[in-house]
């Protein structure tokens, strides 16, 4: 549903990027150790873009 509205968003997960269906591949995964610093460098690049 994301997708389709054009909401961007971030998975932050501990799997591998290769469970991910296909129509992911451009989302930005934050994988296992996520530090605070990471995600919040990911969500001001998500909301400027």
């Known amino acids: 549903m994301l997708l389709t509205r054009g909401v961007p968003f971030l ?3 501990g799997y591998d990027g290769s469970i ?3 129509r992911f591949a451009d989302i930005v995964r934050c994988e296992k ?16 873009a």
Do not use: C, N, S, Y
């Not at 996520?34 to 690049?45: A, G, H, K, M």
């Open 33 to 48: 150790p996520i530090t605070v610093r990471r995600v919040t460098e990911v969500i001001d690049r998500l909301i400027h």
């Open 11 to 13: 998975f932050t997960t």
């Open 20 to 22: 991910f269906p296909p």
